[in-house]
Each structure stands twice: as C-alpha cells, then as structure tokens.
T-cell receptor, first 114, second 113 residues
Framework: SAVISQKPSRDICQRGTSLTIQCQVD?????MFWYRQQPGQSLTLIAT?????????ESGFVIDKFPISRPNLTFSTLTVSNMSPEDSSIYLC???????????FGPGTRLTVT | AQSVSQHNHHVILSEAASLELGCNYS??????LFWYVQYPGQHLQLLLK??????LVKGIKGFEAEFIKSKFSFNLRKPSVQWSDTAEYFC???????????FGKGTKLSVKP
C-alpha cells in the first residue's frame, strides 16, 4: 500500500492570491491525480499529474488556474491560482500503486477563500 | 462517458438494522469498482473493491458488495450496522485497470444508537 501526505492540511487565503499544495507518497506510484471535493459534493477529478510533462486536465479545469507539477514518481504539487471564494473546497491527492490497481488518497487540504 | 449513480442521498438507520446502499454505473467495458468510506473529519478509506472473479466481495468492518454485471450495479451491504458506521459512502468506477476513478455523489449514513 501507499501512504499519501499533503501539506498544508488547511489554509485560509484571501481572494486573488495563490496557494500551492504539496503531495508526497511514501512509495512509487504509477499515476497521480488531483481531485476537488466541494462542500456537500462528491469528488471531481481536476487532472492527472504526469511525471516530467504537462498534466492532463479534465473538462472545466485549465492549467493557468490549476498548474500542476510532478518532478518524480513520489511528489506532486497543485497550485490554485488567483483564488476566489468559489475555489473553497477540499483538494485531494491520489495515487495508483505500482503493480496494483488500488487507488490511495491523501487526507486532503481544506481551502477557504475569503 | 462513465458515470456513477448512488440512489440515496441520506440514509438513517437504527443500530443493528441491515444496510444496503445502491450504486449503478454506466460503462460498456471491463470495470474496476470501489466503495470508499469517509468518516467525519477523516480522509477517504477503501472499504472494498472488485476487479474480477467472485462477484461477491468482502471488505473491512463487515461490509460486502455484489457486482451484478447485467444490472451494472455494485450495491454495498452490511447485515447489522453500528453507530460507528456513521459516515459518508462513495461508490466509484474505473474503466480498466488504470486511469482515474469516477465517483458517485455519495450517501450519508447516520446510525442512531
């Protein structure tokens, strides 16, 4: 199994600023994903983080708003740029274990934009 | 496109009652199916999964789910719930063995002691 940690666990940010969320996995994972869970909603995939190349974004999400990096197999960052109150959400990092189809989730980063 | 439907938004049960949470998906090919649980204030945890083989899968904490291919369903069951089962339950599907999960909207379970 893989253990996924995220930093920060929560933050309160002002409108117009940016926040970078870090995701660290304790073992190599083949695929890494970033999800958003808005209040009272289910999880929505933002993008697939690709090692050493640009992330693959889902419909409705763009790189300028949510730039993602994945410099190696165990680390990724998601930046929420030019934040507005509508970006208030929980952001979750996820990874698929090597040699297994299981998908693991981090504890999430609870973001509040004022 | 893949999608997942969870029929119940909020289920309220008394302790020792039996539980069944519905989940239907739409996808024409081979699927991996999952149930995750999110206890209050905690992160997602995997309850059980189905990849192939026996369509009745058993997970942690006495939960089980049955994959019925003809009905595109993967319902979650537990014969006797406990107060500690109060949580939100998410059904998820993935087409094939790789790629991202598509989640249902979740079912909130409240168990009265």
């Amino acid at each position: 199994s893989a253990v996924i940690s995220q930093k920060p666990s929560r933050d309160i940010c002002q409108r117009g600023t940016s926040l970078t969320i870090q995701c660290q996995v304790d073992s190599q994972v083949t695929m890494m994903f970033w999800y958003r869970q808005q209040p009272g909603q289910s999880l929505t995939l933002i993008a697939t983080a690709n090692q050493g190349s640009e992330a693959t974004y889902e419909s409705g999400f763009v790189i300028d708003k949510f730039p993602i990096s994945r410099p190696n197999l165990t680390f990724s960052t998601l930046t929420v740029s030019n934040m507005s109150p509508e970006d208030s959400s929980i952001y979750l990092c996820s990874g698929t274990g090597q040699g297994t189809a299981e998908q693991y989730f981090g504890p999430g980063t609870r973001l509040t934009v004022t | 496109a893949q999608s997942v439907s969870q029929h119940n938004h909020h289920v309220i049960l008394s302790e020792a009652a039996s539980l069944e949470l519905g989940c239907n998906y739409s996808y024409g090919g081979t699927v991996n199916l999952f149930w995750y649980v999110q206890y209050p204030g905690q992160h997602l945890q995997l309850l059980l999964k189905y990849f192939s083989g026996d369509p009745l899968v058993k997970g942690i904490k006495g939960f089980e789910a049955e994959f019925i291919k003809s009905k595109f369903s993967f319902n979650l069951r537990k014969p006797s719930v406990q107060w500690s089962d109060t949580a939100e339950y998410f059904c998820a599907v993935r087409g094939g063995s790789q790629g991202n999960l598509i989640f249902g909207k979740g079912t909130k379970l409240s168990v009265k002691p």
